[in-house]
Every structure is written in structure tokens, then in C-alpha cells.
């Protein structure tokens, strides 16, 4: 898994800096030591601090990490979430990549603890059925304490209510395994 991670970092890197950040070494030709803190711009769940951490360290093992918000919890707008401090070139050089990943694993997470609120109170689960592994994570941290649990490849217990780009809303019958559109593509399950 770690070295998926690698990949992703290094692909997500060379597509963002290329060959190097012209800015960046234009502004501080030499080591300057700066301090980065990466604030919630919205409230959510968050999500990705991992892989938030390991774009630093891809880029300077010598930064210093101080996370003020645990995986998988609430976050409110304007919270600081991370304290990076270091090189300040090296900062800057991997904030745009972190932030992508840290704003899209969040943005997951908190779009699954919608559901997971809305059924709060009913006789349900929310059950993830994605294939990556990146987002599957995400969506167990949007799940989190509430009942929850990856079933990929599982039969669910009394149907499928798939999530997707639907014309009309899918039927759904106790028992059916998955719900019917007339339009391919839905994107995961509710079971």
C-alpha cells in the first residue's frame, strides 16, 4: 500500500512542479525556515493526514509535523488541521499536491457522514462498496463510529439502493440486489 502511495505522491508531484518550481526558487534561492499551518476552509470531516504528511516527507525528510485535528474527526471553518514547519521551499513546493489530496479524501469522508446522519435513527447501515483503497479509507472515516463497514464483493442482507446519475429514481424491492436505471454508471451502494 505505502508504495501506491509513493506513486501517487510522485505522479500528483511531476504533474504539479515539474521540473522544479520556478517560483519557489525565484523567491528563496536558499533555505529559509517557515512555518505552514493548513487551516479547514469549510467544516467536514477530515481525512488524508497520512498521505499530507508523506508529500512533505517526499520532498524533505528534515519537516517537522504537529496534526491539531485526529483522522476521521469533525472539523469546523477556519480550525487549523496541520503545522508543518521546515525549509520553507520544500513547503511550498508540496502544499498545492497536500492540499489536493487532503481537500478530496475530506471531501469524501464528509459526503459519506451526510448519509450516515441522515439514517442515524433508522434500522440501516451505510456500507462502502468502493474498489480503491484511497477511497474506501475515506468513506469508513465518514462512516466512523456509527455502524459501518467496507462489502465489497459481499451480498447485501436485503438489496441495493445504488447512488448515481440517474434520469428517473431507481426501483428498489426488498430482496433485489441492485437498483435499475436506464442510464449506466451509478457510483457506490447504500445498502
Known amino acids: 500500500m505505502r508504495k501506491q502511495i509513493q506513486q501517487l505522491i510522485e505522479i500528483a508531484l ?14 528563496f534561492p536558499s533555505p529559509v525556515l517557515s512555518r505552514g499551518e493548513i487551516i479547514a476552509k469549510e467544516e467536514g470531516v477530515i481525512c488524508g493526514l497520512g498521505i499530507v504528511k508523506e508529500v512533505f516527507l517526499y ?45 478530496h479524501l475530506s471531501g469524501i469522508a464528509t459526503y459519506t457522514k451526510s448519509f450516515v446522519e441522515k439514517v442515524k435513527d433508522l434500522p440501516v447501515y451505510i456500507l462502502d462498496t468502493r474498489k480503491r483503497h484511497q477511497e474506501n479509507y475515506t468513506c469508513l472515516a465518514g462512516i466512523g463510529e456509527i455502524r459501518g463497514e467496507n462489502r465489497r464483493g459481499q451480498e447485501p442482507p436485503h438489496g441495493t439502493l445504488r447512488h448515481g446519475p440517474y434520469k428517473r429514481q431507481p426501483s428498489f424491492t426488498p430482496g433485489r440486489k441492485k437498483g435499475r436505471s436506464d442510464k449506466k454508471g451509478s457510483s457506490g451502494s447504500l445498502w
Open 14 to 27: 511531476r504533474e504539479d512542479i515539474g521540473k522544479g518550481d520556478v517560483t519557489t526558487q525565484l523567491l
Open 59 to 103: 520532498l524533505d525528510s528534515s519537516l517537522n509535523f504537529r496534526y491539531l485535528k485526529e483522522e476521521g474527526g469533525e472539523v469546523e471553518k477556519g480550525e487549523k488541521v496541520i503545522v508543518v514547519e521546515g525549509d520553507g521551499r520544500n513547503i511550498l513546493k508540496g502544499e498545492r499536491v497536500a492540499l489536493n489530496f487532503l481537500g
